[in-house]
């Protein structure tokens, strides 16, 4: 089944060591998204890439960077963790909104973030 | 800017029961409004979506939901409760004029728990 994947789906790391949160798609979206979901609150964007253009929340810190490789693939890197990053990553696909045709988006299963 | 605004955090009904959820959005230009549920530990899954067509609008598991203008309201309702629909349900608004990609704005969410 073409599918959202996301690895690991539960990751630790320590205050201040870098991580990366992998996902990967196989429906052929050009479009992918990375959410920041805290404990009992709504998804939060923090950035998209259409394509392999890069597109950052004016909000989401420096903190955060994005990879995007190919198409199949996307990475979150947290470069300095801090406790209040701890949280579930989500991330997301959806074909861009070609000819005002509505594109839903298709979101993994999350990787949940400790930060010891 | 755009908004969704979902009333009550955690809502209980019984097994059975009608299940109201609320949700209003703010939104300057005609929104695209959704629904989505969320297991625990696990990623969003769509329930329905209002995307210009019929006002009411059918989604999964016996759920619909509908889109009312003069009210700026989009609840989602099912006639009878099942102890599978215990879970988190988001609201969420995107821009119709927001085209090359799908950026959702998502409500807070509510709880909803299933009395046997």
């Known amino acids: 089944d073409a599918m959202v994947i996301q690895n690991p789906r539960y990751q630790v790391t320590q205050f201040g060591k870098p991580v990366t949160l992998s996902c990967s798609q196989t429906l052929n979206h050009n479009v992918m998204y990375w959410y920041q979901q805290k404990s009992s609150q709504a998804p939060k964007l923090l950035f998209h890439?259409?394509?392999?253009?890069?597109?950052n929340e004016a909000d989401t810190p420096d903190n955060f960077q994005s990879r995007r490789p190919n198409t199949s693939f996307c990475f979150l890197d947290i470069r300095s963790p801090g406790l209040g990053d701890a949280a579930m990553y989500l991330c997301?696909?959806?074909?861009?909104?070609?000819?005002?045709?509505?594109?839903?988006?298709?979101f993994g299963p999350g990787t949940r973030l400790t930060v010891l | 800017a755009q908004s969704v605004t979902q009333l009550g955090s955690h809502v209980s009904v019984s097994e059975g029961a009608l299940v109201l959820l609320r949700c209003n959005y703010s939104s300057s230009v005609p929104p695209y409004l959704f629904w989505y549920v969320q297991y625990p530990n696990q990623g969003l899954q769509l329930l329905l979506k209002?995307?210009?067509?019929?006002?009411l609008v059918k989604g999964i598991n016996g759920f619909e939901a509908e889109f009312k203008k003069s009210e700026t309201s989009f609840h989602l309702t099912k006639p009878s409760a099942h102890m599978s629909d215990a879970a988190e349900y988001f609201c969420a608004v995107s821009d119709t004029a927001n085209f090359g990609n799908e950026k959702l704005t998502f409500g807070t969410g509510t709880r909803l728990t299933i009395i046997p």
């Open positions: 997301a696909t959806s074909r861009d909104r070609a000819q005002g045709v509505y594109n839903e988006q298709f």
């Open positions: 209002y995307t210009s067509a019929a006002t």
């Open positions: 890439y259409y394509d392999k253009d890069f597109n």
